[in-house]
């Protein structure tokens, strides 16, 4: 019998542009096809009656309480199977959730096809001997020997079925009567959404289905590895034309621990990093960080939960501790925060919610502050809400050959507490498009406007601040616009635009390999920070940031660093330089995730 | 040169306008944040912001303005020795009975020192002020008094300024000196913030006159948005 193994290359996708779609990043490894195989291949499998696929886990600690959650989910009364023709082709719609709980890798069988009859009396007894509960409807029963990881005890794997409006299967592992009472075996509950018609469907559509499933499990972020293996039904009761898709998962351990130290900028910490990528079953992840420095210290704690069975929906907590040192404007701020946000997508888009309440604290960075900076030192607290709308149709996040991406982002302060109050909106729009001689053309435009409500101006530490070498090149960071003394103090409104051209590096060294990591680009990037008087109409505005508009042009390299973040050195002309600017004309050096 | 002063006791204004210098007084929240010591008042003169008194008297001198030139050195000595008193006893007095007696905690200090700021900061602020004056006190050895302890070292403070002063106008001859200022703005503000203290004080009746003669020859006179409440 021919089995087929779809596996996908890419480890673990995270999401976004470079949760690629089936075709683009994916390939499929195909074992070597034998005879029977072909005619697999080009089958229909009728699925009139179909049985949903779920592996049903759940922690328990000893084997008594295991009978308990499951009974909780159903009364105790058998119902007759019978799913409506019109339900999912794996798994039944409006049930998303799972739990996953793991030390052992686990195999599961999902039968598909056309099902004859529910398992046979010998099943029932031996089910009932191993303490299933009454209700549960055996199909098959498997003894498998563990992991080599859960030191070779033998698991009994049972693959039942749950009444109808629950529509999952349920795996049942249970130890061997020579265990000990620890916690051993779990039992994993999995109702997995995948959509699909009731359709006859070929096997590239159970492939692609299956691999669909597949990176769904791994952008959960709790899985180290899944496996699909899709076989033909086997065993006794095998439905006739009917398919075995079987998926391997191997989880992450429960806790993971970092310890590092870092040295730089006259200052050694030691940073701690705990994560814990599933913690209740739902996928939950909790993740802290805490850094003991020197000089400062600072923690973070989140809590994140994804709605089970749509990963786009989710939901996070964070309560952080941060310090920052700016010397452009001689600033020390530490913020200490709480905040709560939502996010879901509609449509093509990806919206966030959030409420953030940050007590703020200034201070000068040295004894030469200016004192327009040393009037901003103190303490405030600053509660917002915003909101956050992103749509990003590129390919890659870093360097992208196609696409666009728009994020606009508003923000209102004040009016649920705290005394800092402004209505700040900014936005963010990038356009790229794949010339010929694999060249790509990308123009981005930013800006941004900060509106103070009530009488108290702005604070320093709300400003846009525009300049360096991930916003205007040629000019030194966030050196653009009003100063005091040399101390830049941000403003009220921006706007910046670039215009790049990325090819390849002249005569394409280490083609396919390293070089692929590199693009010389050619840039134009122009912008404009000031402060607005909001008294006078927007052709006044419009006037204002269109007067002392600051631009550079250059060339260099930029290095892509995996999909997150990119080097880039650049020579850069800077011109239309402004009194009171700072200029880094010549040679500039530049590293960050977000570039104009 | 045009000072803008930024301060929580008076004494630095008197100083100032005892040197003729003309000042401007500017009131904020954040102050002590402010300040390039961390410690009030400052004094603000074209680009430089200097703080706490010493360098502030060091810094008008620099400008040719001092008020004790006419002093011989036991003379200087004295007065060192005199403020050293003053700052030691009267201006931890001054921050026990703020921050730690639970009365005056509770019903003023906490209500002052919050207001600026919105709910919850308005607590966190002057639990933390608070931890850390009693910290300062534990520290000089203070933690351990209690309220009559104080009283009575204030007592005696006001006793030894009282017989240096006698029936003179001021403390050195007839001008007046950093000494006279720097008593002026503690006696100041104790007679017009707090009862326990100034009862003692009151028990000294040339102190009271000085502080009199004081405030109607420099504020009253001079007239510049100072602070104008009438001594009972």
Redesign the interface.
């Given at each position: 019998m021919g089995t087929v193994h779809a596996r996908s290359l890419e480890p673990l996708p995270v999401g976004g542009p470079d949760f690629g779609a089936l075709g683009e990043e994916a390939e499929f490894v195909e074992v070597e096809p034998e005879s029977k195989q072909e005619i697999l291949e080009n089958k229909d499998f009728p699925l009139d009656r179909h049985i949903c696929t779920g592996i049903m886990w759940q922690r328990r600690k000893s084997r008594e309480r295991l009978l308990s959650p499951l009974t909780d989910l159903a009364p105790p009364t058998v119902q007759q199977f019978s799913m409506p023709t019109h339900s999912c082709l794996v798994g039944q719609a409006g049930y998303n959730s799972w739990f996953f709980f793991n030390s052992f890798p686990c195999l599961c069988t999902l039968r598909l096809g056309h099902q004859t009859g529910l398992g046979g009396s010998s099943h029932r007894a031996q089910a009932e001997r191993w303490g299933l509960p009454a209700w549960t409807q055996v199909i098959a029963l498997q003894e498998l020997l563990a992991s080599p990881g859960a030191a070779g005890r033998p698991q009994r794997l049972c693959l039942c079925q749950w009444p109808a409006y629950l529509g999952t299967c349920g795996l049942w592992a249970s130890p061997t009567a020579s265990m000990s009472a620890e916690p051993q075996g779990t039992f994993l509950c999995l109702r997995q959404h995948l959509t699909g018609a009731t359709l006859p469907r070929p096997l590239s559509q159970v492939m692609r289905k299956s691999h669909e499933a597949r990176e769904k499990l791994l952008r959960l972020g709790i899985f180290r590895q899944v496996d699909v293996l899709i076989d033909t039904c086997q065993g006794d009761d095998a439905l006739p034309n009917g398919l075995d898709v079987t998926f391997e998962v191997t989880e992450l351990r429960r806790l993971t621990g970092s310890y590092n130290t870092m040295v730089g900028n006259n200052e050694g910490s030691m940073v701690l990093g705990l994560k814990l990528p599933n913690l209740l079953g739902r996928a939950e992840k909790v993740t802290f960080q805490f850094s003991y420095g020197t000089k400062e210290t600072s923690y973070g704690l989140s809590f994140f939960k994804p709605q089970p069975g749509n990963f786009n929906r989710n939901f996070s907590v964070n309560l952080y501790k941060v310090t920052g040192q700016f010397p452009w404007s001689s600033l020390r701020e530490t913020d200490r925060g709480l905040s709560a946000e939502y996010s879901f997508p509609i449509w093509k888009t990806s919206h966030t919610v959030k409420w953030e309440g940050v007590?703020r604290e200034?201070?000068?960075l040295s004894?030469t502050a200016s004192?327009a900076v040393?009037?901003e030192?103190?303490?405030?607290?600053k509660s917002s809400l915003s909101h956050a709308m992103v749509i990003d149709s590129r390919n890659s996040s870093i360097l992208p050959r196609k696409g666009a991406l728009l994020k606009i982002n508003q923000e209102l302060a004040g009016y649920t507490?705290?005394?800092v109050s402004f209505l700040k909106e900014d936005f963010e729009l990038q356009l790229n498009k794949q010339l010929a001689l694999d060249s790509v053309i990308s123009a981005s435009l930013w800006g941004g406007m900060l509106v103070p409500m009530g009488e108290k101006p702005s604070s320093i530490a709300d400003r846009f601040y525009l300049g360096g070498p991930t916003s205007v090149r040629g000019f030194s960071m966030h050196s653009i616009g009003p100063q005091s003394?040399g101390d830049y103090l941000g403003g009220e409104a921006y706007w910046a635009g670039g215009l790049h051209l990325y090819t390849p590096l002249p005569f394409r060294p280490g083609q396919g390999g390293f070089g692929e990591l590199f693009r010389t680009h050619f840039f134009l990037n122009a912008g404009n920070l000031c402060n607005l008087n909001y008294g006078e109409g927007p052709k006044a505005h419009i006037r204002k940031l269109a007067e002392c508009i600051r631009w550079s042009y250059g060339a260099g390299i930029v290095l892509r660093l995996g999909n997150i973040a990119r080097l880039e050195l650049n020579y850069c002309i800077p011109m239309g330089v402004q009194g009171g600017d700072r200029i880094c004309d010549g040679v500039q050096f530049g590293a960050g995730i977000r570039f104009l | 040169m045009l000072v803008r002063l930024v301060l929580h006791h008076p004494y630095p204004q008197a100083f100032l306008q005892m040197c003729n210098l003309p000042i401007k007084v500017v009131c904020r929240s954040n102050a002590e944040y402010m300040s390039p010591s961390g410690k009030v008042p400052f004094i603000h003169v074209g680009n430089q912001v200097v703080s706490e008194l010493g360098p502030i008297v060091q810094f008008v001198k620099a400008k040719g303005h001092s008020l004790s030139d006419g002093l011989d050195e036991v003379q200087k000595a004295e007065m060192k020795a005199y403020m050293e008193l003053v700052n030691n006893m009267l201006l931890t007095a001054e921050l026990y009975l703020q921050w730690c007696d639970e009365a005056t905690v509770r019903e003023i200090t906490y209500a002052r020192y919050g207001s600026p700021y919105p709910w919850p900061l308005n607590h966190v602020l002057a639990y933390q002020k608070q931890w850390e004056i009693k910290r300062k006190m534990k520290a000089i050895g203070w933690g351990s008094k209690t309220l009559d302890q104080v009283l009575e070292d204030v007592d005696q403070c006001c006793q030894a300024l009282s017989q240096r002063l006698g029936t003179q106008p001021y403390f050195f001859n007839k001008q007046p000196t950093e000494l006279d200022a720097l008593v002026f703005g503690h006696l100041y503000t104790i007679l017009t913030t707090t009862d326990e203290l100034s009862e003692k004080v009151k028990n000294y009746s040339n102190l009271l006159a000085f502080c009199r003669r004081i405030e109607q020859h420099y504020f009253e006179d001079h007239a510049r948005g100072g602070i104008s409440v009438r001594l009972s």
């Amino acid at each position: 019998m021919g089995t087929v193994h779809a596996r996908s290359l890419e480890p673990l996708p995270v999401g976004g542009p470079d949760f690629g779609a089936l075709g683009e990043e994916a390939e499929f490894v195909e074992v070597e096809p034998e005879s029977k195989q072909e005619i697999l291949e080009n089958k229909d499998f009728p699925l009139d009656r179909h049985i949903c696929t779920g592996i049903m886990w759940q922690r328990r600690k000893s084997r008594e309480r295991l009978l308990s959650p499951l009974t909780d989910l159903a009364p105790p009364t058998v119902q007759q199977f019978s799913m409506p023709t019109h339900s999912c082709l794996v798994g039944q719609a409006g049930y998303n959730s799972w739990f996953f709980f793991n030390s052992f890798p686990c195999l599961c069988t999902l039968r598909l096809g056309h099902q004859t009859g529910l398992g046979g009396s010998s099943h029932r007894a031996q089910a009932e001997r191993w303490g299933l509960p009454a209700w549960t409807q055996v199909i098959a029963l498997q003894e498998l020997l563990a992991s080599p990881g859960a030191a070779g005890r033998p698991q009994r794997l049972c693959l039942c079925q749950w009444p109808a409006y629950l529509g999952t299967c349920g795996l049942w592992a249970s130890p061997t009567a020579s265990m000990s009472a620890e916690p051993q075996g779990t039992f994993l509950c999995l109702r997995q959404h995948l959509t699909g018609a009731t359709l006859p469907r070929p096997l590239s559509q159970v492939m692609r289905k299956s691999h669909e499933a597949r990176e769904k499990l791994l952008r959960l972020g709790i899985f180290r590895q899944v496996d699909v293996l899709i076989d033909t039904c086997q065993g006794d009761d095998a439905l006739p034309n009917g398919l075995d898709v079987t998926f391997e998962v191997t989880e992450l351990r429960r806790l993971t621990g970092s310890y590092n130290t870092m040295v730089g900028n006259n200052e050694g910490s030691m940073v701690l990093g705990l994560k814990l990528p599933n913690l209740l079953g739902r996928a939950e992840k909790v993740t802290f960080q805490f850094s003991y420095g020197t000089k400062e210290t600072s923690y973070g704690l989140s809590f994140f939960k994804p709605q089970p069975g749509n990963f786009n929906r989710n939901f996070s907590v964070n309560l952080y501790k941060v310090t920052g040192q700016f010397p452009w404007s001689s600033l020390r701020e530490t913020d200490r925060g709480l905040s709560a946000e939502y996010s879901f997508p509609i449509w093509k888009t990806s919206h966030t919610v959030k409420w953030e309440g940050v007590w703020r604290e200034l201070g000068c960075l040295s004894r030469t502050a200016s004192f327009a900076v040393r009037k901003e030192s103190g303490h405030s607290l600053k509660s917002s809400l915003s909101h956050a709308m992103v749509i990003d149709s590129r390919n890659s996040s870093i360097l992208p050959r196609k696409g666009a991406l728009l994020k606009i982002n508003q923000e209102l302060a004040g009016y649920t507490g705290g005394d800092v109050s402004f209505l700040k909106e900014d936005f963010e729009l990038q356009l790229n498009k794949q010339l010929a001689l694999d060249s790509v053309i990308s123009a981005s435009l930013w800006g941004g406007m900060l509106v103070p409500m009530g009488e108290k101006p702005s604070s320093i530490a709300d400003r846009f601040y525009l300049g360096g070498p991930t916003s205007v090149r040629g000019f030194s960071m966030h050196s653009i616009g009003p100063q005091s003394e040399g101390d830049y103090l941000g403003g009220e409104a921006y706007w910046a635009g670039g215009l790049h051209l990325y090819t390849p590096l002249p005569f394409r060294p280490g083609q396919g390999g390293f070089g692929e990591l590199f693009r010389t680009h050619f840039f134009l990037n122009a912008g404009n920070l000031c402060n607005l008087n909001y008294g006078e109409g927007p052709k006044a505005h419009i006037r204002k940031l269109a007067e002392c508009i600051r631009w550079s042009y250059g060339a260099g390299i930029v290095l892509r660093l995996g999909n997150i973040a990119r080097l880039e050195l650049n020579y850069c002309i800077p011109m239309g330089v402004q009194g009171g600017d700072r200029i880094c004309d010549g040679v500039q050096f530049g590293a960050g995730i977000r570039f104009l | 040169m045009l000072v803008r002063l930024v301060l929580h006791h008076p004494y630095p204004q008197a100083f100032l306008q005892m040197c003729n210098l003309p000042i401007k007084v500017v009131c904020r929240s954040n102050a002590e944040y402010m300040s390039p010591s961390g410690k009030v008042p400052f004094i603000h003169v074209g680009n430089q912001v200097v703080s706490e008194l010493g360098p502030i008297v060091q810094f008008v001198k620099a400008k040719g303005h001092s008020l004790s030139d006419g002093l011989d050195e036991v003379q200087k000595a004295e007065m060192k020795a005199y403020m050293e008193l003053v700052n030691n006893m009267l201006l931890t007095a001054e921050l026990y009975l703020q921050w730690c007696d639970e009365a005056t905690v509770r019903e003023i200090t906490y209500a002052r020192y919050g207001s600026p700021y919105p709910w919850p900061l308005n607590h966190v602020l002057a639990y933390q002020k608070q931890w850390e004056i009693k910290r300062k006190m534990k520290a000089i050895g203070w933690g351990s008094k209690t309220l009559d302890q104080v009283l009575e070292d204030v007592d005696q403070c006001c006793q030894a300024l009282s017989q240096r002063l006698g029936t003179q106008p001021y403390f050195f001859n007839k001008q007046p000196t950093e000494l006279d200022a720097l008593v002026f703005g503690h006696l100041y503000t104790i007679l017009t913030t707090t009862d326990e203290l100034s009862e003692k004080v009151k028990n000294y009746s040339n102190l009271l006159a000085f502080c009199r003669r004081i405030e109607q020859h420099y504020f009253e006179d001079h007239a510049r948005g100072g602070i104008s409440v009438r001594l009972s």
